[in-house]
Structures are given as structure tokens and as C-alpha cells.
């Protein structure tokens, strides 16, 4: 997760996740994206582009699918390219929430700490 500011250009392989505090100034490359910050440059996704309602894009967006939140400004909303039809949705998430993959590798990690802690006793 990126949460501060970023210049220059980035290849991803996995996912990105700049949050509503981040910016970045250059082109990045991913496989799945999520963001919420600031992005001043290209922004090619292999599979999913997720863009949160405090997303501010200025430049080119290529994506095999894209999901927009009402409130997320796209400087130039032509320059959007994927395969399948833009979903547009409204924003239930709180801002800063742990991304979905989170509470479950938390609970194993909370699992593997109390299993460890319960044998040395």
C-alpha cells in the first residue's frame, strides 16, 4: 500500500493499493490496482482497476475492468480503455479501511501467535 508520494514510473506484479493520502507522478503497471489517492500519469491494469470516490486521475487509464465510485475525478474520462463496460458504484467502504484480504490473514497470524504462545507455557 502506498500511502505517501511516489515519482517515477513503476511494474507491478500483483496488485496496488494507493490510498486516499498517496500520490503518484509517473506511468505504474499492475495486474489489479485500487486507488484512492492522487495518480498524475498512464495507469495500465492487466485484470481489475478499482477507483474510490477520492481518486483524482490525470492521464490515460487501460484496464481489462474498471470500477469507478461516484465522487472520483477523471481529468479526461476518453482516455479510459478496457473490455468490458465501465461499472459505475456508489462508495459504502469507510475511508481507510483494511483491504478485504486483511482480517483473514490477520486471524492467522493471531492464530499462529496464540498457538506458539499457548505451547510455551
Known amino acids: 500500500?502506498?500511502?505517501?508520494?511516489?515519482?517515477?514510473?513503476?511494474?507491478?506484479?500483483?496488485?496496488?493499493t494507493l490510498s486516499h493520502s498517496g500520490s503518484w507522478n509517473g506511468d505504474i503497471e499492475a495486474v489489479n490496482?485500487?486507488?484512492?489517492?492522487?495518480?498524475q500519469g498512464s495507469l495500465t491494469v492487466s485484470e481489475k482497476l478499482e477507483i474510490r470516490k477520492s481518486a483524482r486521475i490525470e492521464g490515460s487509464v487501460r484496464a481489462r475492468s474498471v470500477a469507478i465510485a461516484e465522487g472520483a475525478i477523471i481529468e479526461n474520462s476518453n482516455a479510459?480503455?478496457?473490455?468490458?463496460?465501465?461499472?459505475?458504484?456508489?462508495?459504502?467502504?469507510?475511508?481507510?479501511?483494511?483491504?478485504?484480504?486483511?482480517?483473514?490473514?490477520?486471524?492467522?497470524?493471531?492464530?499462529?501467535?496464540?498457538?506458539?504462545f499457548l505451547n510455551l507455557r
Open 33 to 39: 490496482a485500487v486507488i484512492a489517492g492522487r495518480v
Open 80 to 116: 479510459i480503455a478496457c473490455e468490458t463496460p465501465v461499472v459505475r458504484f456508489r462508495e459504502k467502504r469507510k475511508r481507510d479501511a483494511l483491504p478485504a484480504q486483511w482480517p483473514a490473514q490477520l486471524r492467522v497470524a493471531v492464530g499462529q501467535w496464540l498457538s506458539l
Open 1 to 16: 500500500m502506498v500511502s505517501g508520494s511516489v515519482r517515477g514510473d513503476s511494474k507491478v506484479n500483483g496488485i496496488i
